[in-house]
């Protein structure tokens, strides 16, 4: 089955289009187009993604990187089509909404063989809901024109599952997973414990009750004057600060540590950060370092101490971690010591640092999981709340 994928959720227009073998206990990809625009120059000046501007540059990429991905995966082939005057009006229809892609197209479909893929997936959600339906319109408009089914993702089921695959001679595999398994999410939007007993059914096990992780990341960075996004800045200096190894004189308060509770809260953390700068204006470059260090560490200790709890109510067999913020060396150092040395039966599964962040490989995982169970649609909406799971 070719999967050809789409991810607009957020600042990155992603397609991908992969190969997929097997069924749900053993499946195997290989990926034969992949590409991605990130917008992350154009968000940087506002500080975080601006919902408007993200939904022009998914329209005005959407087509190139269709074309981008078509031509790797070998799948483009050029002939002059006619479509139908009733599919035209259909589709510029779909694309009523979206300001300049309609010409786009039109201008490349007319002169593109329909390729030979079998089924369109796309993100419906949680996401910017501007974003998001830019990447929808674009899939049914595809969909109708070369007339293949359709299935909607949820972005966090590709984080999770994009977190089991692993690579092994240019193909991604997934397979002998020991359920349960727990995930812990976290990225920009989401902070989240989810467990799955059975396969690609979840359960809420815990969540920020505030500000997700990936937030207080990139907000106590804007508070030390460093640019978007903040978790790899925050990273940055943090890991310079633990080379230099002197002792740091920071101290911040680990939110809802002993809650007993396997929800998070970040907000207070963050606000922390600000009651320090407020006494301290003028921060040195070192003592920048070392509010991060501080940081990183107090976070990487919350997560850790609230999966280890989750870990313990649940007797999950399996560790996953997923999400932008899974791209944190300090988090993923602590969970492999902590996993090795604290519950070494259980297995860590941590993306490839390529797809950590999001993309459209994850995507075409889901949709291959979703194909199979052949839960195709034919109209999707955009939820920017949709969510995984709910509390049992
Ligand atoms: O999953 P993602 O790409 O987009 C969302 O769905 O939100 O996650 C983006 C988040 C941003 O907040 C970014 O600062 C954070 O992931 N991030 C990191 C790192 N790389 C990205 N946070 C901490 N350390 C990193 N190395
Ligand atoms: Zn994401």
Known sequence: MKILAIETSCDETAIAILECEGDEKDARFRVLGNTLLSQIDIHRKYGGVFPALAKREHAKNLVPILEAALEEAEL??????????ETRAKISEILAREPGLTEAFFEFVSECERPAIDVIAVTAGPGLEPALWVGINFAKALALLWEKPLV?????????????????????????????????????????????KEWLKYELIGQTRDDAVGEAFDKVARMLGLPYPGGPEISRLAEDARRENVENPYV?????????????SFAGLKTAVLYMLKDKPDLSAKEKQHLAHEFENTVAEVLWKKTAQALEETGAQTLVIGGGVSANTHIRRTFGANIAQEYPDVTLRI?????????????????????????????????????????P
């Open 252 to 264: 911040l308060p680990r939110p809802m540590i002993d809650s007993g509770t396997c929800d998070f």
């Open 152 to 196: 909607a993702v949820n972005h966090m089921e590709g984080h999770i599952l994009s977190a089991l695959a692993y690579s092994k001679d240019n193909t991604l595999t997934i397979n002998n997973v020991a359920l349960p398994v727990l995930a812990l999410l976290i990225s920009g939007g989401h902070t989240e414990l989810v467990l799955m």
């Open 351 to 391: 993306p490839a640092a390529s797809l950590t962040t999001d993309n459209a490989i994850m995507i075409a995982l889901a949709g291959f999981y979703r194909a199979s169970r052949k839960e195709f649609v034919t109209d999707i909406t955009a939820n920017g709340n949709l969510s995984l799971a709910k509390k």
């Open 76 to 85: 483009l082939h050029e002939d002059s089509q006619v479509i139908p005057e």
